[in-house]
């Protein structure tokens, strides 16, 4: 549906994208991640018309969109702050990129889009009065309520405590498979990129490092970066590994996955159970968050309960690690 080919942007002597490109299917949610100030916003901005590219196209349906008006593109475009008319009604916030419908379908797509977003019997209220969970949904109703081609969604919970965030994902994502909407959406955060995405492209530095499924960026991530900065960990060399056992990785980055870890029994024999010492352990319900350091590297993942026991911090350990998730990176 919509395709960006070897979009750049500069602003001053800041090289803000880099040789982006990206696909988007009719129908799929696609989030843009990393840390603040790779560019994901401007992204954003650029496929809504709001900047303009120094290079690159952009094309919806394979019609090239440079020349088309901003509000030409049936785009929806919801902001961090909402941005809701503090003097209007639930209902006229809604209705209001609908005024240039008939009446009597303005009427109909409001109720339905209220409807759509647990709101059907709050269209009279004062959007003052309303909770941030509530806004929210208002601000995505009047996205929703032209029925755009695209949704634009920058930070859309950023604002939302971390319990009521985590109540609202799995209802937005709902939404956008009920309504088959295509829908891009920012920001910073992991858990909400994967549970709301069909697609993730993580953002570095102007650049699109990788762009996959949530598992595969979880199995198999590209790069240091990528690793890391999903909380995976920090890359080892093949020879610091060939070191501690007897594995044939040389000159390699390699990424040593925390799926593939877990504490074992001394008396296990196996190649690539390795000598640490525990340094921290947390309990997490119905697991152990621990930290184990292996010749001054440290190695961090979760432990089930039920598995073998957890010593004291300072206590020397055996950390066994499965063939099958080490990963050479890029």
Known sequence: MLQLRHVCKRFGNSQVLDDVSLEVQAGEIVCLLGPSGCGKTTLLRIIAGLEAPDHGEIRLQGVDFEDVAVHERNFGLMFQDYALFPHMTVAQNVAFGL??????????????????????DMGQRDVNSLSGGEQQRVALARSLAPRPSLLMLDEPLASLDAGLRDRLLPELRQIFVETGQTVITVTHDQQEASAIADRIAIMNAGRIEQYDTPQALYARPRNAFVAEFLGLGSPVRGEWLAAQAAVTFY???LLLHPAGMRLANAAEDSALVLDGTLVQRSYEGENWRLTVRVAGEAFRFRHPLDACPVPEPGTKVWLRIERDWILRLE
């Open 251 to 253: 000159g390699e980055h």
């Open 99 to 120: 005024r240039m419908r008939r009446q009597d379908s303005v009427a109909q797509l409001t109720s339905d889009t209220l409807s759509l977003v647990g709101m059907k």
